[in-house]
């Protein structure tokens, strides 16, 4: 064998292992964020699920890839059980109203020692009446540092089941929440 091919083969093989190594990169950021979307606390908890979610004021005034204006209310049999409202956005917070109390809620957090930070752009709800953690709220995750979006996790409607959507660059995947506890 001369040295030109032992040259290609080395090549070869260095460009396998550096694409390998890239590969086990983005698949470990996928699990970490993955991981910390199934265990994210709640932005509020409400006593049921199978609410109804209707933007009473549209939300708008993307800053930081944060909504700063706009209200969600979240209602049940006619009776309104949360108000959110995004005009705190541009300090990456909301308020929350909820029996007449007003909390704020944090929309932005970095995690430590990973590749991304999140985004919560719609809260992330959890009902008390259902097994699964959180029953409605978007995340969308960005590499850190960076506006590049990696992924969004979407929990759904309010609706008390076992199910979320995790949107990339490759598609959609609806994944059963309970397989991650």
Known sequence: MNTKNIFLILVVVMTVAVSCSKIDEEKKSEINYFTDAINADP????????YNMKNIEELSGVQANIYTEGIIEY????EVLALVNY??????QASVEID???STISLKSSS???TYYKVIVTPL???NNCNYEIVSGIIKYYKNGTNVWIATIDFGDGTCDDRAIKTTAKGD???KISDYF
């Open 75 to 78: 209602s049940k049999d006619g």
């Open 173 to 175: 995947y609806t994944f």
């Open 125 to 127: 709800v959890k009902s």
């Open 87 to 92: 005009a705190n956005g541009n300090d990456m």
């Open 112 to 114: 430590k020692g990973v």
């Open 100 to 102: 007449g109390e007003v």
């Open 43 to 50: 932005s509020f908890v409400l006593e049921e699920a199978g």
